[in-house]
């Protein structure tokens, strides 16, 4: 019977040994990453994420849904991008002008990361048009039918059971929500874990 030693002699064995080991070595940032992203439940509890996991993640639908001019959105437009949602049941007052100027300020903060990031805001008790007309250019105000809205915000607002009414939630690029903020948590602590996200999503592209 042939062995393995054999059919490989060890010099050559030995010869193809480093680039085995560059190989590998190579290729752990790319599976890192991989299961990071597909698995973000793995990333560390204490000094990580700042806000809630929703485990499992939430698939997100854009049926229905329409811009505030009234047009309906594309299938995938909550996909392909990591995106922040924020969904409120309040007209725009001067809170809700607060929460959008940072939705902005986060989103210039991501600098090198925000090509691959978008900010999305919802207000599931009206047409949308007074949250639009306070909505900085790079935060997209999204609207449907009352019914298209009582659902969309049902399924989110069942992952959100410790949360108030209104909540920030992020949505990954295959389009499913898997972490959620109250309004009034600390931007800063957002931002680091949307950065993170971000970062661990593009290592080894």
């Known amino acids: 019977m042939i062995g393995v030693e054999a059919a490989v002699p060890r010099p050559a064995l030995r010869r193809l040994t480093p ?10 940032p790319v599976i890192a990453s991989w299961v990071l ?4 439940g793995l990333l560390p509890a204490r000094g990580g ?10 698939a997100v ?8 001019g009234g047009e309906p959105v594309a299938a995938d437009a909550l996909r392909g991008k990591w995106t922040l949602i924020w969904l409120t ?17 986060m989103r210039r903060a991501l600098r090198e990361y925000a090509a691959g990031f978008q900010s999305v805001a919802i207000c599931l008790e009206s047409d949308g048009q007074r949250l639009q007309a306070q909505s900085p250019p790079d935060v997209r105000v999204l609207t449907g039918s009352p019914e298209v809205l009582q659902e969309f915000g049902g399924r989110l607002s069942a992952a959100a059971r410790r949360l108030p009414p209104d909540a920030l939630y992020v949505v990954d690029p295959r389009g499913s929500a898997m972490m ?6 600390d931007p800063e602590g957002i931002l680091k874990d949307l950065t993170r996200l971000l970062k661990y999503s593009r290592v080894g592209q």
């Open 19 to 28: 680039l085995l080991v560059l190989t590998a070595l190579c290729a752990l």
């Open 37 to 40: 992203y597909l698995n973000p």
């Open 49 to 58: 994420q700042h806000g809630l996991l929703i485990d499992p993640p939430l």
């Open 61 to 68: 639908s854009e049926r229905g849904l329409r811009t505030s």
């Open 89 to 105: 049941t309040e007209p725009c007052d001067r809170q809700c002008v607060t929460v959008l100027r940072r939705m902005h300020a």
């Open 180 to 185: 959620r903020y109250a309004p009034a948590d």
